[in-house]
């Protein structure tokens, strides 16, 4: 699956299921018209996610932080705010995540405010976003599991999570991105 830029007020979703030889384009009746000021960000290379039995997911930015879900193999997309800072052109989610539980996690913060404390992640349990204890300091573009123990990071911090992502504490005054 691939995500680009929105054409006609719809993202461009394309999936290929022989190995990238070629591709199809979700058609637009199948996804939610993209909201005001809403952005995708590529920056992180996981802005777009596939789990298993068919779920795929990807996160929007600007003054809509949103996540896109699919259960289908992208074939129809539903959308989900989320509630993760989301005050500027520049905010919003920038990368998903599954833990080791497959539940999902969305990043994400303010490009041009990486030092600020805001909302950095939220997760999605029994069908609610919500907001997991956390230092909320920074902009978060990436996570990874293993087991239960969970570390995100941003160019500036990073937290540790050693309840499948249940609380964050903070892990080092220094990220692990360029």
Same mark, same amino acid.
């Given at each position: 699956? +691939?995500?680009?830029?929105?054409?006609?007020?719809?993202?461009?979703?394309?999936?290929?299921?022989?190995?990238?030889?070629?591709?199809?384009?979700?058609?637009?009746?199948?996804?939610?018209?993209?909201?005001?000021?809403?952005?995708?960000?590529?920056?992180? %290379?996981?802005?777009?996610?596939?789990?298993?039995?068919?779920?795929?997911?990807?996160?929007?930015? %600007?003054?809509?932080?949103?996540?896109?879900?699919?259960?289908?193999?992208?074939?129809?997309?539903?959308?989900?705010?989320?509630?993760?800072?989301?005050?500027?052109?520049?905010?919003?989610?920038?990368?998903?995540?599954?833990?080791?539980?497959?539940?999902?996690?969305?990043? %994400?913060?303010?490009?041009?405010?990486?030092?600020?404390?805001?909302?950095?992640?939220?997760?999605?349990?029994?069908?609610?976003?919500?907001? #997991?204890?956390?230092?909320?300091?920074? +902009?978060?573009?990436?996570?990874?599991?293993?087991?239960?123990?969970?570390?995100?990071?941003?160019?500036?911090?990073?937290?540790?999570?050693?309840?499948?992502?249940?609380?964050?504490?903070?892990?080092?005054?220094?990220?692990?991105? #360029?």
């Amino acid at each position: 699956m +691939l995500l680009g830029d929105p054409v006609d007020g719809f993202f461009m979703i394309k999936k290929t299921t022989d190995g990238g030889k070629t591709w199809t384009r979700i058609k637009q009746q199948h996804l939610p018209k993209i909201a005001a000021n809403e952005s995708a960000f590529a920056a992180s %290379g996981n802005t777009l996610i596939v789990g298993q039995q068919g779920k795929a997911w990807f996160t929007t930015g %600007g003054f809509n932080a949103s996540v896109y879900r699919s259960i289908d193999h992208g074939e129809t997309w539903h959308r989900d705010s989320v509630p993760l800072h989301q005050t500027s052109q520049t905010s919003g989610g920038y990368a998903l995540a599954l833990n080791s539980k497959q539940q999902l996690f969305v990043l %994400g913060g303010d490009y041009k405010k990486r030092g600020g404390s805001y909302n950095n992640i939220a997760t999605k349990i029994d069908k609610l976003w919500t907001t #997991p204890a956390s230092p909320n300091q920074g +902009l978060r573009t990436a996570m990874a599991c293993i087991n239960h123990e969970c570390l995100n990071t941003g160019k500036l911090f990073s937290d540790i999570s050693y309840d499948h992502g249940s609380s964050w504490q903070s892990f080092s005054d220094h990220g692990f991105l #360029p």
